[in-house]
């Protein structure tokens, strides 16, 4: 599974005669995706959260005599955006409070029920 870091910190091989992706469009996803995953690992909401769908329809206008970015390159991580995306974000989310404050001993009962534990 992603995480909004691993997205951050991928590149892409840049490629210029032969036809590659738009940076900029790729980079605009990469940016929402980021704000997406991040939204789900902290568990705020975000305006326009991306779906694997979204992730998979998406279309960049392809580049060949000026620097694009490596097409399988992006289409490989797409994919495993995407299936981020369906799985939902590896990321473990906290445990509860505890539910008594800790070193205090609860009032309940008599001195003598919570001698024994009961």
Do not use: C
């Not at 992730?55 to 994919?79: M, N, P």
Request: a negative charge; charged letters at 25%.
């Amino acid at each position: 599974m992603l995480t909004s870091d691993d997205v951050t910190r991928q590149r892409f091989t840049a490629v210029k005669f032969r036809e590659g992706y738009d940076q900029d469009q790729v980079d605009d996803l990469l940016d929402r995706v980021v704000a997406t995953l991040r939204a789900l690992e902290t568990g705020t909401p975000t305006a326009h959260p991306l779906t694997a769908q979204d992730v998979r329809a998406v279309r960049f206008q392809a580049t060949k005599f000026r620097e694009g970015y490596d097409q399988d390159q992006v289409d490989d991580f797409l994919d495993r955006v995407a299936q981020t995306l369906n799985d939902g974000p590896g990321v473990t989310p906290p445990p509860p409070p505890p539910t008594g404050t800790p070193g205090i001993v609860s009032t309940g009962g008599s001195w003598w029920s919570r001698l024994l534990g009961r």
